[in-house]
């Protein structure tokens, strides 16, 4: 029964003939199990229903404003590397676009987790405590050959072996401290927006994607579980392909042409 009132709020509509947002079905849900736990605790039910009926998941929504490859590529070079810890951000930056790592991800890698010779990134216990190898690309790796014979011993404070090291006390990098970098590289590469670790996450997958790379590659750069967390990507390439569509496709074109003011059958009559 309770499956069928489930089922109900689901496609109930409003009065101007719309379906409820999921927040309004998970309100309505939550109101329901709330009270079906108070009849079970007052004894008017011989057990607790409310597990019966579940909430509905948010469906997850990319930000509005994905950076573009001329974005990203002036966020990287806005990096000053001649100095030390400008070479570290630089690295922190690339990483993230690179790889499309998360966050947390990065601040945990060890320098033991870095493959030059293979060219691998270990991510160990990611998010779901899953492990996964990501590839580093050649220029990438080759910064990160540098970075850590050359830049992060002399950055190092203290013994650790996390890969992003600071020259402060903790020794490793805090998320807040990544906050920062960001901003400050936004700003010099002259970017409005906020910029934040996930931002590069999905600029990374975004831009793949454009460029041709199966879906489920993507997945396996991500981490993510189920194929339908990528897929969110996908309605950006689809927006792509409606662009180019409506601008390359024959019949679209020849639409244009038909609808221009200058074609013969949008003349008005001869004058008389």
Not at 104 to 119: A, F, T, Y
Not at 183 to 200: E, M, S
């Amino acid at each position: 029964m309770l499956k069928y009132f489930q089922e109900e709020v689901h496609f109930a509509q409003t009065s101007q003939g719309l379906f409820l947002q999921i927040l309004t079905q998970n309100n309505i849900l939550r109101q329901v199990k709330s009270f079906l736990k108070w009849l079970a605790d007052e004894d008017y039910l011989s057990s607790d229903l409310s597990p019966v009926l579940e909430y509905y998941k948010l469906p997850k929504r990319l930000p509005k404003n994905i950076l573009d490859e001329t974005q990203t590529h002036a966020l990287l070079e806005a990096c000053e590397t001649e100095t030390h810890i400008g070479y570290r951000n630089r690295i922190i930056l690339e990483i993230f676009y690179g790889t499309g790592i998360r966050a947390g991800e990065l601040m945990r890698i060890k320098v033991s987790d870095v493959d030059l010779n293979q060219k691998t990134l270990f991510i160990n216990q990611g998010k779901g405590r899953k492990d996964r190898m990501v590839p580093l690309g050649q220029g990438l790796n080759q910064m990160l050959r540098h970075y850590i014979q050359e830049i992060r011993p002399k950055l190092m404070v203290g013994q650790h072996d996390f890969l992003i090291a600071s020259h402060q006390y903790p020794a490793e990098l805090k998320g807040s401290q990544i906050g920062k970098i960001l901003d400050c590289c936004a700003k010099k590469a002259g970017i409005k927006q906020r910029v934040y670790p996930h931002l590069l996450r999905h600029a990374c997958a975004t831009h793949m994607i454009r460029r041709g790379a199966p879906l489920r590659h993507i997945q396996e750069l991500l981490g993510h579980a189920s194929v339908a967390s990528t897929q969110i990507y996908t309605h950006i390439t689809i927006t792509d392909l409606k662009k180019a569509h409506a601008k390359y496709h024959p019949r679209e074109r020849k639409k244009k042409e038909d609808d221009s003011p200058a074609h013969p059958s949008n003349k008005g009559g001869p004058e008389r």
